[in-house]
């Protein structure tokens, strides 16, 4: 399962001599919640999604300003570049331009659902220290860059007992199987089959076929992503590909998935529509 961490953790650290002076920053990540919604028995509501990307804006202007006045243009190219070394995910300074729209969460008859998002952050702390014994053009500064890559929870419970529906049994599963479609990745419940597994996803099933491998490839269609993480991470393809990492509940599957590292190619895998 995916590690979410919302403490900043150290991902990168940088020093670059120039003629002026000694130039060093750090590079930090963290996890960030921008959805915590839970509805019941039915219940529907509608929720404002923001999509965030980028470095706001006075604080890039402010980077730009500061670094072009002690080091020179070329400068943030090449700090860019040495930050990109570090980074897991893609590295987008551009300037956010945020937009919101409303999403419905609406949870089974008898069931709850939990919508939980996270989205990354990645902060940037320098410090230049200029030459001389006079250090007056001596600086620091900081700012925020919200990443492309973001993480569902969301967990659906049918039924959930404070809804009091006689005579249903819970669904069991076996595991969690963390789906990873570009800078996008979910976690989701599967349950074993004979032909591979089921997973559970956004309210509907799919059969993906395999051979017990810990990983299976294959194409997920766009409608089995939650609606606001489609428009989260611009998804507008009629399907993905998508990596599919298994996390079963039992000791006996955990080892068995750590010796077989081969990725398993599905079949004709079955969506409902």
């Not at 900043?8 to 919640?33: A, C, H, N, P, Q």
């Not at 300074?93 to 996270?118: D, M, N």
């Not at 789906?179 to 993906?208: C, H, Q, R, S, W």
């Not at 993480?229 to 039992?250: Q, V």
């Amino acid at each position: 399962m995916t590690d979410i961490n919302l403490e900043k953790l150290d991902v990168g650290r940088f020093e670059k001599v120039f003629e002026g002076g000694t130039l060093t920053w750090s590079i930090t990540e963290w996890w960030t919640e921008i959805t915590d919604e839970t509805v019941r028995c039915g219940a529907k509501i509608d929720y404002e999604t923001k999509k965030k990307i980028g470095v706001v804006e006075s604080e890039k202007v402010q980077f730009e300003n500061t670094i072009k006045g002690s080091l020179g243009p070329k400068a943030i190219a090449q700090i860019l570049a040495s930050s990109k070394e570090s980074a897991e995910s893609e590295v987008s300074w551009e300037i956010v331009q945020e937009e919101k729209r409303i999403f419905s969460f609406q949870a089974p008859l008898c069931g709850s659902y939990h919508a939980l998002q996270y989205q990354k952050c990645r902060g940037y702390y320098f410090e230049y220290k200029k030459k001389g014994i006079l250090k007056t053009d001596s600086w620091e500064l900081d700012f925020t860059e919200y990443t492309k890559q973001f993480h569902d929870a969301s967990v659906m419970r049918d039924p959930d007992p404070n809804c009091n529906c006689p005579n249903k049994e819970e669904q069991s599963i076996d595991g969690i199987a963390t789906i990873k479609l570009g800078e996008l990745t979910m976690d989701v419940g599967y349950k074993k089959i004979p032909e591979g597994i089921k997973v559970f996803m956004n309210n509907k099933k799919a059969n993906i076929y395999s051979q017990s491998a810990s990983r299976v490839r294959t194409h997920i269609p766009r409608s089995f992503i939650p609606e606001n993480l489609r428009f989260l991470c611009s998804l507008k393809e009629e399907d993905y590909e998508a990596l599919l990492t298994l996390h079963p509940f039992n000791t006996e599957e955990k080892n068995s998935v750590h010796q077989a590292h081969k990725e398993d190619a599905s079949k004709e895998s079955t969506f409902e529509r």
